[in-house]
């Protein structure tokens, strides 16, 4: 016995140590952040692809300052270069102010609900395409850059080409969920959510409805639905068929003080 207890200590001991060692260990790892975005190659490449296109220039020319442990301030940027790359977010303002201080050309990612700024010589190119980044994180993504003379601009075919190489880059770690169609008779909780996100107020009383985990339809094929759902009456089917055809909008309306900018710009122009 006394043995015995004498070998587990020991192996208590190799285990506390080991833990010790590993947490000293990963003290010195660099720790992830919202930065920390790194952009999948083929999606990558369907940006350079547009970039080089759109403004004519030679994809050979761009470089890609931004990574692990780099320092854009110190990177060795070769005459007639254009930066093509993914930055951090979080500086992404003073960035553009440097790039465009030197005359070097960019053309960066930036986050698509807040890309506009007031810098002058920055276009915002507002792709709005999701990637998935290597880290997991999807985002909006736009663009910022000095190569546009416009002040911000929409890019419909660089969306088409960055959603359809993130779209094929992650089918092939994704595995296809099953998608189903329900009668008006039954709600779930994916189906009220989407309300949500279109603005609809909806609501089912108790006594309009009933749990279900499976339609009878759905058993005979050993499927169900995933949550479960809510069987309903006639009445509160045909309010939610409505709900589900509704999509409420908030219409903004311009001041008075904001009608009068609009009625000065681009007054010279007109002459």
Do not use: H
């Not at 320092?71 to 553009?96: R, T, W």
């Not at 169609?181 to 609809?200: D, F, H, K, M, R």
């Not at 609501?203 to 639905?225: H, N, W, Y």
């Not at 055809?245 to 309306?253: D, F, L, R």
């Amino acid at each position: 016995m006394a043995q015995l207890e004498l070998q587990l200590d020991g192996e208590l001991r190799e285990a506390d140590e080991n833990a010790e060692y590993q947490a000293f260990v990963d003290k010195f790892k660099p720790k992830k952040t919202t930065d920390d975005c790194y952009t999948p190659p083929p999606v990558y490449d369907a940006i350079a692809d547009w970039t080089s296109e759109e403004y004519k220039l030679d994809k050979r020319r761009f470089v890609r300052p931004f990574y692990p442990g780099g320092d854009y301030q110190k990177y060795d940027y070769p005459a007639g270069c254009v930066v093509v790359d993914n930055p951090p977010f979080s500086i992404l303002s003073q960035i553009c102010d440097w790039y465009n201080a030197r005359g070097i050309p960019f053309f960066l990612f930036a986050p698509g609900l807040t890309c506009f700024n007031k810098k002058a010589g920055v276009c915002a190119v507002c792709a709005y395409a999701e990637i998935t980044y290597e880290n997991g994180a999807n985002v909006r993504t736009s663009f910022l850059t000095n190569l546009d003379d416009a002040r911000a601009r929409s890019a419909p075919e660089l969306y088409r080409r960055v959603m359809k190489a993130n779209n094929e880059y992650q089918a092939q770690f994704r595995r296809e969920l099953p998608k189903y169609e329900y009668p008006p008779e039954v709600v779930t909780a994916a189906s009220l959510g989407i309300l949500s996100q279109n603005g609809v107020e909806f609501a089912v009383m108790p006594e309009d409805c009933t749990f279900i985990r499976a339609l009878d339809a759905q058993r005979q094929t050993g499927k169900s639905i995933f949550g479960g759902g809510l069987l309903l009456s006639a009445k509160a089917a045909k309010a939610a068929k409505a709900a589900k055809a509704a999509k409420a909008a908030k219409y903004w309306q311009l001041s008075e003080r904001e009608r009068f900018i609009v009625s000065e710009l681009g007054r010279n122009c007109d002459d």
